[in-house]
């Protein structure tokens, strides 16, 4: 089946500081990616659709400025998280659409970040 | 706003059970109803579901849609340990593409 990858899958950052998180997908061209947030035995939250080569669409109440996407290729989406807070401290997973599927995405093993 | 609602929250249930997840949906622009399990990390897709009253079977899983009462069923027989994970419902919209999930359903299997 088609594999999404993430990285890193764990990161920890101080307060203020800036983390990248890479979406890719490895067997697959994706021109549409996805970002979801995930608080613990919470269901996912689509923070913002992401389209290769034009901006990212972001979710009501999601700041564009603090949550920056970048989808460069069609395999590579990007999620920065700007000026962290602890309140940032989540799992974040990334999705891909495959143009085979009829809709449904395949998922990322995610990223839990933590903000100190 | 597209909902998607699930039920129950959570479930505990002994080996050997059966068990069967709510989904109910209010969305404009319907296109299909997504099933996924999610373990630890990555959900899982099970079933995707677009007409109604057509059973889909997986092993011991099973989903059917009522596009009239909006609604769609999970079920799962015999259940063992391994099935223990949060169950998602999730709409797909017919523009943008995007997934809209529940809240989501919490399945513990005891042995």
């Known amino acids: 089946g088609a594999v999404v990858s993430q990285h890193p899958s764990r990161v920890i950052c101080k307060s203020g500081t800036s983390v990248k998180i890479e979406c890719r997908s490895l067997d697959f061209q994706a021109t549409t990616m996805f970002w979801y947030r995930q608080f613990p035995k919470q269901s996912l939250m689509l923070m913002a659709t992401s389209n290769e080569g034009s901006k990212a669409t972001y979710e009501q109440g999601v700041e564009k400025d603090k949550f920056l996407i970048n989808h460069a290729s069609l395999t590579l989406s990007t999620l920065t998280v700007t000026s962290a807070h602890p309140e940032d401290s989540s799992f974040y997973i990334c999705?891909?659409?495959?143009?085979?599927?009829?809709?449904?995405?395949?998922f990322g093993p995610g990223t839990r970040l933590t903000v100190t | 706003e597209d909902k998607v609602v699930q039920s129950p929250l959570s479930l505990v249930v002994h080996e050997g059970d059966t068990v069967t997840l709510n989904c109910s949906y209010e969305v404009t622009n319907f296109r299909s109803l997504l099933w996924y399990k999610q373990e630890k990390k990555a959900p899982t897709f099970l079933f995707m579901l677009?007409?109604?009253?057509i059973e889909k079977k997986s092993g011991r899983l099973s989903s059917i849609l009522d596009k009239k009462e909006l609604f769609s069923i999970l079920n799962i027989t015999a259940t063992q340990t391994g099935d223990s994970a949060i169950y998602l419902c999730a709409h797909l919209g017919r523009y943008g593409n995007k997934l809209v999930f529940g809240a989501g359903t919490i399945l513990r299997v005891k042995s």
């Open positions: 999705s891909a659409r495959a143009p085979w599927t009829g809709g449904h995405s395949y």
């Open positions: 677009t007409s109604s009253g």
